[in-house]
T-cell receptor, first 113, second 111 residues
Framework: SAVISQKPSRDICQRGTSLTIQCQVD?????MFWYRQQPGQSLTLIAT?????????ESGFVIDKFPISRPNLTFSTLTVSNMSPEDSSIYLC??????????FGPGTRLTVT | GEDVEQSLFLSVREGDSSVINCTYT??????LYWYKQEPGAGLQLLTY?????DMKQDQRLTVLLNKKDKHLSLRIADTQTGDSAIYFC???????????FGTGTRLTIIP
């Protein structure tokens, strides 16, 4: 299975600022994804991070708010821009290995004050 | 659209079997997954089943799939305190696409 790490593991940020979350996979993977898990809720897909092209965003998420980079097959970043308290969530990246196994990082716990 | 439902809570005595249920609406689902989330942790892939299978067993875990009723279950035999967690079922349409998650079931073990 793929081993995925995220940085930072948690952060407390002031409203109006931005935070970039890093996701590193220990092997090359075809697909990487970013999810949000709001307090006490399930996971919602933000976007698919495409290597070498723009990310594919889900309904309700836009590039200006959540810019994503994926410079190679093992690394991706998600930026949460112009944060508000409603952005307080756990942000998880995942990676698809093979055709059906999707593994998750430990998550980044973000609190916006 | 895709919709995945689970009951929110389940309490089981230590040593008993736990059965966590999940229903989904999209008959095009091809892969169905079970993930475990312990407090303060990310998601751990427990097991998955292809839609052309009815059952899959992996040590203490048994997955049953009823395609006609669009019902998926996860049975944990001999439930232990370490099994306390939130369990999410998830589906994907082609196995190479986004996952749609259920609401999660919080499993509590009673000593």
């Amino acid at each position: 299975s793929a081993v995925i790490s995220q940085k930072p593991s948690r952060d407390i940020c002031q409203r109006g600022t931005s935070l970039t979350i890093q996701c590193q996979v220990d092997s090359q993977v075809t697909m990487m994804f970013w999810y949000r898990q709001q307090p006490g809720q399930s996971l919602t897909l933000i976007a698919t991070a495409n290597q070498g092209s723009e990310a594919t965003y889900e309904s309700g998420f836009v590039i200006d708010k959540f810019p994503i980079s994926r410079p190679n097959l093992t690394f991706s970043t998600l930026t949460v821009s112009n944060m508000s308290p409603e952005d307080s969530s756990i942000y998880l990246c995942s990676a698809q290995q093979g055709s059906y196994e999707q593994y998750f990082g430990p998550g980044t716990r973000l609190t916006v004050t | 659209g895709e919709d995945v439902e689970q009951s929110l809570f389940l309490s089981v005595r230590e040593g008993d079997s736990s059965v966590i249920n999940c229903t989904y609406t999209d008959s095009s689902s091809t892969y169905l997954y079970w993930y475990k989330q312990e407090p303060g942790a990310g998601l751990q892939l427990l097991t998955y089943i292809f839609s052309n299978m009815d059952m899959k067993q992996d040590q203490r875990l048994t997955v049953l799939l009823n395609k006609k009723d669009k019902h998926l279950s996860l049975r944990i035999a001999d439930t232990q305190t370490g099994d306390s967690a939130i369990y999410f079922c998830a589906e994907s349409l082609f196995g190479n696409e986004k996952l749609t998650f259920g609401t999660g079931t919080r499993l509590t073990i009673i000593p």
